[in-house]
Antibody, heavy 121, light 111 residues
């Protein structure tokens, strides 16, 4: 069974940093691109970032580019999102997601349950 | 403001057919496939339709998708109470070195 388990969320002050993790199991981790998607309170789904299989190519939403860094450790089956210079508008439930097919970037068929990030003083 | 445009709400009675539209541009829907997700806030989103009109295993055939030019649609026939949820379209966008765009979401109410 495919499982994605996010962790690392919490309360952080504006300007602070946080690192999210997504531990994967039930599939060959190194054969899939992975993404982060978030949902702010009362808002819709928003794509945050995607990383390719070996971790050599990354994509970012304009709202987080330059502040967030996506990475992966294929030896630990874990996806990361380093979030720096956090803003109130980054407050959201953050999901990691895996696409349906190997070597694809989309569509996302497997999702974690999310980890909540709250940016507030 | 989302890159893909969806109506904020839709509604129908049990058994009815409902459609949700998703409008984009040449750099996203016009040149890439559309995916649809069903989401209840606080839970994991569910892939409903991929590659414009394909259903993942386990998704009832009451759900169907289509695409024409720079627009796409999700149709739900035989509406059921458990279909009440938020629905999002999404597509890859070739501009700005590539990124994913979502619609703003449509809240479907089953009356």
């Amino acid at each position: 069974e495919v499982q994605l388990l996010e962790s690392g969320g919490g309360l952080v002050q504006p300007g602070g940093s946080l690192r999210l993790s997504c531990a994967a199991s039930g599939f060959t981790f190194s054969s899939y691109a992975l993404s982060w998607v978030r949902q702010a309170p009362g808002k819709g789904l928003e794509w945050v970032s995607t990383i390719n299989l070996p971790g050599t190519t990354t994509y970012y939403a304009g709202s987080v580019k330059g502040r967030f860094t996506i990475s992966r450790d294929n030896s630990k089956n874990t996806l990361y999102l380093q979030m720096d210079s956090l803003r109130a508008e980054d407050t959201a439930l953050y999901y990691c997601a895996r696409p349906k097919g190997q070597y694809q970037l989309m569509p996302w068929i497997a999702w974690g349950q999310g980890t909540l990030v709250t940016v507030s003083s | 403001q989302s890159v893909l445009t969806q109506p904020p709400s839709a509604s129908g009675t049990p058994g009815q057919r409902v459609t949700i539209s998703c409008s984009g541009s040449s750099s996203n829907i016009g040149s890439n496939t559309v995916n649809w997700y069903q989401h209840l806030p606080g839970t994991a989103p569910k892939l409903l339709i991929y590659s414009n009109n394909q259903r993942p295993s386990g998704v009832p055939d009451r759900f169907s998708g289509s695409k024409s030019g720079t627009s796409a649609s999700l149709a739900i026939s035989g509406l059921q109470s458990e279909d009440e949820a938020d629905y999002y379209c999404a597509a890859w966008d070739d501009s700005l070195n590539g990124h994913v765009v979502f619609g703003g979401g449509t809240k479907l109410t089953v009356l």
